[in-house]
């Protein structure tokens, strides 16, 4: 099944999706290995889960080096961000993360990959994102391919009347490009809108990563005091809640297989985060 309006966090077409046959089954991983965890654990992971949000999608374009990805995924979960993908238009390249900067962030989150432009975009438009594209204020890196007659927004005007008319409840999807060359051009056909960082210095571009956590942390601010669904929904957080036990409880697959084979194929299912499907069709 595809989760409609009334178990999300927005009134627009979701992208987490339970299959029919697992239906039954939802609730039952956490049930089972709850006990494996203590008070605390339990207790840290419900808290934070109450803040988690999916109105920010981000998109980082051909980011391939380790300690890039790695304080990108620490950059998203520490403001409170789940959903991500990770494009790449050359097939060699390999999502990679370095463990000693990740720190394990990436447990929390659900990255995909995706290998085309046309694709990623389809299936932000079909879940309702506004396509905002990362770039320098003056547009020197996409000059080339600039759009005149879409909006800018510098993440310190995501406060103004002007984007929050502009953004509504809708979420909205940051596409970040390379530093050298930013966005693609074939982003142009899809884009709704540009997000900048204001500079004031000699340094013409900043690391991905602390681009990134500038425009999240204005995002986070801004959106949770506006949008009135900014966070998940309740079923939303039991199922996020599903998989972090799933995937964090030590042991689990063997205790699983051995005790409670019949629940195999939907613990594996909710633990590699196979339910955050992108909508394509």
């Not at 300690?67 to 238009?89: Q, V």
């Not at 991905?208 to 079923?235: D, M, W, Y």
Request: charged fraction near 20%.
């Amino acid at each position: 099944m595809i989760l409609t309006e009334s178990t999300t966090s927005s009134n627009v077409p979701t992208q987490y999706f339970i299959p029919k046959n697992f239906e039954n089954n939802f609730g039952k991983i956490s049930a089972t290995l709850k006990g494996f965890f203590t008070e605390n654990r339990l207790a840290k992971m419900e808290r934070i889960v109450q803040n988690r949000s999916r109105q920010v999608l981000t998109v980082f374009e051909n980011t391939h080096h380790a300690h890039n990805i790695s304080a990108i995924l620490r950059t998203i979960d520490s403001f409170g961000f789940m959903d991500l993908f990770f494009l790449y238009s050359n097939h060699a390249m390999r999502f990679r993360a370095a463990d000693t900067i990740d720190r394990g962030a990436s447990q929390w989150l659900l990255p995909k990959r995706l290998d085309n432009i046309s694709e990623c975009a389809e299936i932000l438009k079909k879940s309702n994102y506004k396509i905002a594209l990362v770039s320098l204020p003056d547009f020197s890196r996409t000059a080339d391919h600039y759009i005149n007659n879409i909006p800018s927004f510098p993440s310190n005007s995501f406060h103004t009347t002007e984007f929050q008319q502009f953004l509504g409840e809708n979420k909205i999807a940051l596409i970040f490009g390379s530093e050298l060359h930013g966005v693609s051009p074939e982003w142009k056909n899809y884009a709704d809108c540009y997000v900048s960082v204001q500079m004031y210095g000699f340094t013409e571009s900043l690391n991905v990563s602390v681009c990134a956590g500038i425009i999240l942390q204005n995002l986070r601010e801004q959106l949770s005091s506006f949008q009135k669904s900014f966070t998940l929904s309740n079923f939303e957080k039991e199922l996020i809640l599903e998989h972090w036990i799933a995937k964090n409880c030590p042991n689990s697959l063997e205790f699983i297989s051995t005790r409670h084979p019949h629940l195999l194929p939907w613990f594996e299912f909710v633990r590699s985060g196979k339910f955050f499907q992108p909508i394509s069709k």
